[in-house]
Every structure is written in C-alpha cells, then in structure tokens.
C-alpha cells in the first residue's frame, strides 16, 4: 500500500520526516485528512492536534499554526511551532493563557495588542487541548 510522506518544519529546525498511512491536520476551516492520492492542496493551519496514523499506530504533534501543502503523497508542513503532544508542558500553557487573559482586561479590543494576546490565548487553549486528547 502507498504511503505518505508527511515533514513538519518549523523557522528553527525540522522536527519530523516519516512515512504514515493518513495525517489529520488542523486547517483553517477544520479539521482535514490526508490519505495516499490525496488531491494537491494548500492551506492555512490553526494551533491544534496534526495526528498521524501508520499501521493502526496514531501519533499526535501540536502545530500552533502555519501552513500545510499536499501533493505527490507528501504532506508538508510549515508549521510556526511543533511539539510532540507527549511533551506539552499543560501547566505551562495554563498559565501562559492566563497571564494573556489578565493582560486583555487592561486593553480595548481595536489594541493590537488585544489580538497578539488573544491569539496567545488561543494557542494555549489549542495546546492544552491537544494535551488531553486519547493516544494510541
């Protein structure tokens, strides 16, 4: 059976370069999977869960955001920060997501700052999200 060839990239190093059988990826418009013949396709990424699947085996990196292109049964993405989900550190992000909640409060939403911590917010939730979900 075909396979992919699915990288993850980040601006600082290349975290991952292996065959699966499918990659899930957080798009922009949610969720969307990739199977051997997939047909070319570019998207925006936003921070969640990229889950591969060989042989039955599923293993999960959270992407926090970037972009995704596939063809040619690769999956190549560009991702501005990727961890295995089994190193997140949970209590980390909780209170990386907090600190960004109390700086909001202080901001009106037309601040550009209000949208730097907002997405500080979603990303950790993202992230802590992505910590919770089932492995295997």
């Known amino acids: 059976m075909a396979k992919l060839t699915v990288e993850i990239v ?9 065959q699966a059988d499918e990659a899930i990826v957080p798009g922009g418009r949610g969720l ?5 013949g997939h047909t070319p396709y570019l998207s925006l990424m ?8 060989d042989a039955g085996r599923r293993e999960s990196y959270f992407v926090a955001g970037g972009f995704v292109e596939v063809g040619n049964d ?5 991702a501005d920060a990727a961890e295995p989900v089994s ?9 990386r997501m907090a600190e960004a909640q109390e700086r909001m409060k202080g901001l009106s939403a ?3 700052r209000f949208e730097l911590e907002q997405a500080t917010v979603r990303r950790e939730a993202a992230r802590i999200g992505a910590a919770g979900m089932p492995r295997g």
């Open 10 to 18: 980040t601006p600082e190093k290349r975290i991952l370069s292996v």
């Open 32 to 36: 969307f999977g990739v199977r051997p």
């Open 46 to 53: 936003e921070p969640g869960p990229l889950t591969l699947i």
């Open 74 to 78: 690769k999956v190549l993405v560009l």
């Open 87 to 95: 190193g997140i550190d949970v209590e980390g992000a909780r209170r």
């Open 110 to 112: 037309e601040d550009a």
